[in-house]
């Protein structure tokens, strides 16, 4: 299948160099002077320096040209990229190919879901999904076996498409809760921040697991409100990424949290991290959405005051250890 993999950051390059092992794939990125090191090095030494580049790659920063004659668009910008690329892409091709996307958040200031910015910018009929899981850009760039989820509202689509980019190391389950796979992709990265910070402060595996079992029930009740069904988020998407992005040491959010802990201001951490931690963009939104639905998210809103409202960590640490006791299940 011929691919075209937009957006050459780490996640986007992983993708392009994981299926280039089997399909024809072009790798397009809006910087040129990037895409040109990134053809001259046949690596990405920004983001992944462990990575080179399979043979057949290829590599353009001409939009058209990585479009041209593509079977599949999959779009790997962050999250406030998708519009603007979405735009782009409708302007360039006149009948539409299947779009995938791979981003995890929600739009900034509108708190949508990415298939909701797809939905606004996509003409009607073309078929779309979502591609999300516990997946680090570098170990799937490197051909470390991971497992990710691909869901569209056509469930036919989503099977389809995810025999199709299926092998053995990385596999692909499919799925039609497209938003139950974004809402683990997105508030996942959140609690991840939340997890930084517990381990920066050296509260222990204890409060770790505790944190991410009650990450879990924030993120199940959000997403059952917006429409997403409970397994979902018992799966890759959701228990799988969440695990994944709070214990590995890859993880930029929890990085975010493990900086906070110590100190630093959020300014200079985003800054020295050099890539883009999703948990910090979506976090308001998130929590905007939990309070318009009136769903009650204690450690988003303990992130939040972490990260906008200049409260000390310790005092945010401690307002959410002295909660009340509750049940833990609501029937």
Known sequence: MKLAVLGAGAWGTALAISFARKHDVTLW??????????????LNRQYLPECPFP????????????LAGAELIMIVTAS???????????????????????CKGFEAQTALLPHKVVEQELPAGVPSAVLSGPSFAKEV???LPAAVTIAS???????????????SRLRMYSSDDVVGVEVGGAVKNVMAIAAGIADGMKLGHNARA?????????????????????????????????????????SRNRRVG?????GKKLDQILHDLGHVAEGVASA?????LAQENGVEMPITHSVCRALFDDEPVPKVLDSLLERQSKPEFHH
């Open 153 to 167: 509202h056509d469930k036919a689509f989503a099977v389809e498409l995810a025999a199709k980019l299926h092998s």
């Open 258 to 262: 493990l900086l906070m802990a110590e």
């Open 210 to 250: 505790a944190l991410i079992t009650r990450g879990l029930a924030e993120i199940t009740r959000l997403g059952v409100k917006l429409g997403g069904r409970v397994e979902t988020f018992m799966g890759l998407a959701g228990v799988g990424d969440l695990i994944l992005t709070c214990t590995g040491d890859l």
């Open 55 to 66: 043979e057949g790659l290829k590599i353009t920063a001409d939009l058209a040209a990585a």
């Open 284 to 288: 308001r939104e998130i929590l905007r």
């Open 29 to 42: 990125g809006r910087n040129t002077d990037h895409m040109a090191a990134l053809a001259a090095d046949r």
């Open 141 to 143: 760039g490197l051909g």
């Open 80 to 102: 406030a990229g998708l519009r603007s690329t979405l735009k782009q892409v409708v302007a360039l091709m006149p009948s539409l190919v299947p779009v995938v996307w791979a």
